[in-house]
Nanobody
Framework: QVQLVESGGGLVQAGGSLRLSCAAS????????MGWYRQAPGKQRELVAT???????NYANSVKGRFTISRDNAKNTVSLQMNSLKPEDTAVYYC??????????WGRGTQVTVSS
């Protein structure tokens, strides 16, 4: 199994920045896509950004130009730099990783709160 541990959440004012990090450990086969999802109260979990092992990225329209995802394949880590944060970015952010044999893993989540 793969364990994912997120860090870096917190409270920030609108317009501020936060950086989330996620480290994978355990029985790690080659990880394919890694990414971040978020879930606001009363809403479904939604994709924020993903990145493949080759570095291809995909972003939700709502965060394009403000968030940047990156990963370190050697260290099995993925990060999310969040700039120009808005109150609507408030959510629990979850790290996700998928390996080459179809395993799909989630972290426990980290709270991001953006005050207006």
């Amino acid at each position: 199994q793969v364990q994912l541990v997120e860090s870096g959440g917190g409270l920030v004012q609108a317009g501020g920045s936060l950086r989330l990090s996620c480290a994978a450990s355990g029985v790690i086969l080659q990880l394919n896509a890694m990414g971040w999802y978020r879930q606001a109260p009363g809403k479904q979990r939604e994709l924020v950004a993903t990145i493949t092992s080759g570095g291809s990225t995909n972003y939700a329209n709502s965060v394009k130009g403000r968030f940047t995802i990156s990963r370190d394949n050697a260290k099995n880590t993925v990060s999310l730099q969040m700039n120009s944060l808005k109150p609507e970015d408030t959510a629990v952010y979850y790290c996700n990783a998928r390996n080459v044999i179809g395993g799909n893993f989630w972290g426990r989540g980290t709270q991001v709160t953006v005050s207006s």
